[in-house]
C-alpha cells in the first residue's frame, strides 16, 4: 500500500494524519475497494491542499490532524450509494469535499465527470490545480451556485453537498438539477430531522436517511424525488 506523501505541516501533524490516514482506510474498506491508483491520487490531493491550507483557508484548521476521518472518508462513503454514476455535480465544493474526491475514486471509469461549483475564487483557483495535478475528470466552475444551476444542460445524475446550507435551501438551490431527474446524496450532521421537517412544510420530498460510517450522528440524505407543496412555486 503506497504510505502519504510527506505534509507541510511539520513532524507531529505528518504522525498524526498517517495514523488518521489508517483509520480513515478502516472505516471506508468494506464499502468499495481502494485501489493503489485510487490512494496515490488521494495522497497527492492531500499533499497539495495542506500546502495551500498555509495561505488559503480550505478546511478548519482545527480538522487538519483529523483530514482523513473528517474530510476524505466522509466523502468517500457516498461513491458506493451511487455505483453506476458518471455524471455528479458537487455544490460548494469548498476544498473539494466531496467532490474532488468523488473524482479521486472515478478517475479510472470511463466518461465520469464532477463538475466542482465553487464561487469563492481562491478556493476555485485551488480546485483546478487540485484537479490538474492530481489528473482527475473534474472540471471547476468559479460561479454562484443559482447561476450554475440555471444555465447547466449537461447530463447529471448525482448532486452532493457538504456542510453548505440547510436542507430547505440546499433542495431550492438544487431543484433545478433535481427536477431533470438527479438525485441528491447530502452529508448532513445531528440536526438532520429537524432540518427535513422543515424542508417538508414547503417541499413534497422522497428522501432516505442513511448513517454515516464516519459520524454517529451524522446522515446523508438521498433524496430521491421532490416537487414544490404548492405547485408552480419554483417556475
Known amino acids: 500500500m503506497a504510505r502519504a506523501a510527506p505534509s507541510a505541516g511539520g513532524r507531529a501533524l505528518d504522525i498524526a494524519l498517517a495514523a488518521d490516514r489508517d483509520k480513515a482506510l478502516a472505516l471506508v474498506g468494506d464499502s468499495r475497494e481502494i485501489t493503489p491508483a485510487i490512494l496515490s ?34 466523502s468517500l462513503q457516498l461513491v458506493p450509494l451511487a455505483p453506476k454514476a458518471r455524471h455528479w455535480v458537487d455544490l460548494g465544493s469548498g476544498g473539494g469535499f466531496p467532490g474532488l474526491v468523488v473524482a479521486c475514486m472515478l478517475a479510472d471509469t470511463e466518461g465520469a465527470t464532477v463538475h466542482l461549483v465553487e464561487s469563492n475564487l481562491k478556493k476555485a483557483a485551488f480546485l483546478r490545480e487540485a484537479a490538474r495535478v492530481v489528473a482527475v475528470p473534474a472540471k471547476v466552475h468559479a460561479v454562484r451556485i443559482e447561476d450554475f444551476v440555471d444555465r447547466f444542460h449537461e447530463p447529471v445524475e448525482i448532486v452532493t453537498a457538504r456542510a453548505l446550507a440547510s436542507l430547505e435551501n440546499l433542495i431550492e438551490s438544487a431543484y433545478p438539477l433535481l427536477k431533470r431527474g438527479a438525485e441528491a446524496l447530502f452529508l448532513k450532521g445531528r440536526d438532520v430531522e429537524v432540518e427535513l421537517t422543515t424542508a417538508s412544510k414547503c417541499w413534497s420530498i422522497d428522501a432516505e436517511l442513511i448513517p454515516s460510517v464516519t459520524d454517529s450522528s451524522g446522515r446523508i440524505v438521498r433524496v430521491r424525488s421532490v416537487v414544490p407543496s404548492v405547485p408552480g412555486s419554483t417556475d
Open 41 to 74: 491520487r488521494l495522497d497527492r490531493y492531500v499533499a497539495l491542499l495542506l500546502r495551500w491550507q498555509a495561505t488559503t483557508n480550505l478546511v478548519a484548521p482545527s480538522t487538519l490532524s483529523e483530514l482523513w476521518t473528517r474530510h476524505v472518508a466522509d
